[in-house]
Nanobody, 125 residues
């Protein structure tokens, strides 16, 4: 059983920064990529960012490009999300997710195999 544990969420004013971390533990399967998703109240879960371990290429939602940065250490089974210039619309529960094998896309939640429990990010204006 794989556990993904997020940390680093909290409350911040608009324009501020937060850094989220996600650590995988337990029985570790192969890991092809890791991603971050978020879900605001009353909305569907949406893609935020992903990193492919094979070439360390990164992928971002248009809404966070230039403000968020995903990075990680595959050997440590850890991924980070640096969030700068936060906006109130970034308020959501942020989830870490893992693809064990390439599933054709990084952008869809259904292509990820393992999920964390989520961490709350609240941005006030």
């Amino acid at each position: 059983q794989v556990q993904l544990v997020e940390s680093g969420g909290g409350s911040v004013q608009a324009g501020g920064s937060l850094r989220l971390s996600c650590a995988a533990s337990g029985r570790t399967f192969s890991s092809y990529a890791m991603g971050w998703f978020r879900q605001a109240p009353g909305k569907e879960r949406e893609f935020v960012a992903a990193i492919s371990w094979s070439d360390e290429r990164t992928y971002y939602a248009d809404s966070v490009k230039g403000r968020f940065t995903i990075a990680g250490d595959n050997a440590k089974n850890t991924v980070y999300l640096q969030m700068n210039s936060l906006k109130p619309e970034d308020t959501a529960v942020y989830y870490c997710a893992q693809q064990r094998y390439f599933s054709g896309s990084y952008y869809y939640a259904r292509t990820y195999d393992d999920w964390g429990q989520g961490t709350q990010v609240a941005v006030s204006s």
